[in-house]
Structure formats: C-alpha cells, structure tokens
C-alpha cells in the first residue's frame, strides 16, 4: 500500500531523477508489523517441504528476471551491469534456493540419554525486519530475507533510500511466487524514519541490519528497549597483509580489485599492509596496474568502477582524502575527483606515509581510497593489522602455510581470505569480530538466529 509522502531517487551514474519512491514512516511501519503478524501464524506453519518450494520459485523468478534485476540495480546504484547480470542477480536468487534447501536439512539432534530425550525444534520467531545499505541492496537484503522466511518468519523489509527500486521488484516476485499475502512486506523510506519505526516497535520479533557502525548502534539501542534480538553486519576496514614470499603478480592484482564497486564493499582490504623488502616493487607494479583501470559508466563493457553513490557521499569521501592529506598522508596514485568525468566519478586512490592513528587509517571511507603501510616483522603486520577497531575481515598473501595458520589465528576478523579474496560458501559463518558486528549468519547460523530454537525433554513413555 503507497503512503501519501514520497522522496526522489536518483541515479549515481548522472544524478538525474529515476522514480518517486513512497516514504513510509511510523503509521506505515505500524500497518507492515500489523500484516507480517496477520501473516505469520499461517507461513510458519506451513509444513517445510512447502515453504521451501514457495522459496525455490522465488529463486525461479529471480533467475527469468535477470537482466531486469541487473537493469534496475545498475541505474539505482552505480554497480557494473555485467557484474549484476553474470554473478550478484543469480546469486540473489541462490541465497533462496540455498536456505530452501538448508530448511530441509536442518538437524533435530535427537539424542536418548538416561531417563530421557531431548529434541531440537526450529520454531519460527515471528516478525522479522530486515534493513539493508545500497552497495549491493538486493544481494544483501536476499542474504537475510530468505533464511527468515525459510525460518517461518513474516519478514518486513526496509531497503536503502539511495537505491531502494529493486526490493519493489522483490515483492512482486514473491508475490507471484505464491508467498502469502503478509508474509513478505517492503517498506519503503528514510532511514531515521521508516527504519527507526521499525526497530523501535514492540512487535518486531527479530531485526536483521547491515550498515553502517553509527546506525548500528542506534539500531542495537532502540532493539535493546524491547529485548528484541538483532544481528549487526557493520563496517570495515580490513586489512590486506602482504608478505614477501608471495606471489607479488597475484599480491598486485588482487590488491588493485579492492577498488571494485568504486570502493564502496564492506569487506574490501582498504589497508594494504606489506613487507618492507616488497614495498617498492609492490608500489611500482600497483600504480600501473591501478593506471589500467577504466573508470566511467557502469553499464559499458569495458568499464572496472563507476561512480559513488550520491553527491552527499561523494563529499564525505573527498572529506577523508583532504583530511588525510592535511594529517601528513601522500596521495601517490588519485586523490581526488575525476574531473576528465565529473559528476561522481572519484579517482582510485592511494595514500602512504599516513602518520600512525590517523583517520585515514582507522576509520572507513567507503569509497576508492586505500592505504599503504609496511612492516618487518611478522608480529608487527599482525599489530597493524589489528589496530582498528573494526574485525569483519582480513586477507593474507604468503607462500608459507605455517605462517599463514599462526598470521589467521592471530587476525581479529569475521572471515580470513589466505591469498584469495571474496570466496565463500552460503554454509559458512559470515559477520564481523570487534566493532564490525554482532552475531554470525550463513548455513545453520542463520537458523540460530531467525528461529526461535527450542528444546523438547521427553520422559520415557512406559
Ligand atoms: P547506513 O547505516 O547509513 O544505512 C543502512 C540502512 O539503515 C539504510 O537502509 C538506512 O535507511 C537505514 N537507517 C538509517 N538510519 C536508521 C535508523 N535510525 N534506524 C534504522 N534504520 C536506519 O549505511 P549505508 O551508508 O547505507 O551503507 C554503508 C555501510 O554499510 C558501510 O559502513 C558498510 O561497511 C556497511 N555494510 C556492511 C556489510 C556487512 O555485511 N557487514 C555489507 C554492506 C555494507
């Protein structure tokens, strides 16, 4: 149901206007929890096997729409089209057939123990609100919605208002795929209104944000009002540890691949931390490979990054870079707009020489900005590496596998990538260490959080 109010959207690719969205606030969010309520009883009890086919013709009309998806994303966001159309849209709908299946497979553990036996039940928990950023808005917000509905959950949905279109698209694929009417619920608005309408509400059973560390907190503290659980996928700033001995061809490259997005990944190694006896051939070999990158319309071809996000982001990114340069930082490749460009488009850039607990170095920027740092030894690349507070990820390359074991033991982070970036099964945990979130989702992590996981003690029957 549209509410009276509207805000514009606009696209990164040229800031002209794309669509009026509605601009739900708290009558709306009231009328969401209302409908996932009215629609949980029937949902979640729904016998498994049957949610999970409702969840795999989801993944169905997600796969016939692809390059619609793609189209729509794309425009709202700023991500490359053939990205969106080969990976992140089919992955959309993997994220429904995934939990479908895990749904299927989750284990009772029923155990006989003297005088007694215990089962597992993997109750739904009700009403879930899902609230997601626009990097990657229908990847992210599919990361969640589908095990919360997989779980028997009513899910509300509250997608970013700097690119909110593709979860509309959403509604109408679940829709046709014979969701009950409740079950799944958008809500469209601004972030401090619709957002913090619904989790603040007392009739919210479990809220699922990915965002920023700022939101998040607000999110932990209206959550904390009604003991409502929540589970927080936050920021980064992860760092990129490089060690001699490996293989610097693949050290440069996937260096350089943290400017993917234009910057703007949660995960992306923006602090690339290397062996001081590889740093000027590492330098050397980076600034040219970062010098083939092309920037410019993500819809073309041959284009690696796009543009940021809107004009207020854009700003906060230059922001870091000018602040970064008045604390003494370099910038040895980039630093500052694309001018040959204009509009959004912000130069890749490198800084080194940043002084120790500067900015640049411990807070995210979330766009196209990294640093680089050296290190001796293997104990100093661990304490730099560990010194923000920040833990959602890290990558290590090295040739040596001990050194890799004793470096990933040590790293506070969510997930370590050894001389690989990005991989990652849905059955794994995912979420971050330290100020980067709270709780881990993925395979029957998920479940752990979107059910209500009871236990069932069963005396003997004779
Ligand atoms: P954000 O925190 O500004 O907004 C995220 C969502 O929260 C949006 O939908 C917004 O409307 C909503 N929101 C804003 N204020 C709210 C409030 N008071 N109450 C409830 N909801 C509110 O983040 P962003 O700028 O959209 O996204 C970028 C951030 O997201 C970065 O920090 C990035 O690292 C992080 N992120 C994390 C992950 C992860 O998996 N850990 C993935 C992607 C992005």
Known sequence: MPSTDGFVDFSPIDEQPIAEVS?????????AVGSARGASATWGSMPPKERADVLRRVADGVEARVAELAAVETRDNGSLLRSMRTSVMPRVARNFRFFADQLLALETGRKEYEGFAERVAWDPSGVTVVITPWNAPLMLATWRVAPALAAGNAVILKPPEWAPLTASMLADIAHEAGLPDGAFNVLQGVGDEAGAALTAHPGVDRIAFTGSVPTGTLVAQAAGANLTPVSLELGGKSPFVAFADADLDAVVQQAVNQFDNAGQVCLAGTRLIVERSMHDAF??????????????DPREETTDIGPQITREHFERVDGFVQRAKADGATAVFGGGPNDELGGLYYRPTLFTDAPLGSEILMREVFGPVLTLQTFE??????????????????????????????????LVAGTVWVNCFFVRDLAAPFGGARGSGIGREGGPWSFDFYADVKNVCTAPWN
């Not at 601009?23 to 009328?31: F, H, L, M, P």
């Not at 330098?283 to 410019?296: P, S």
């Open 23 to 31: 601009r739900g606030g708290s009558i709306e969010a009231d009328r």
């Open 283 to 296: 330098l050397e070999r980076f600034v040219k490979a970062a010098g083939a990158i092309v920037q410019g």
């Open 377 to 410: 030894t293997e104990d100093e690349a661990v304490e730099l590496a560990n010194s923000t507070r920040y833990g959602l990820a890290a990558i290590v390359y090295t040739g040596d596998e001990a050194r890799a074991e004793r470096v990933s033991s040590a």
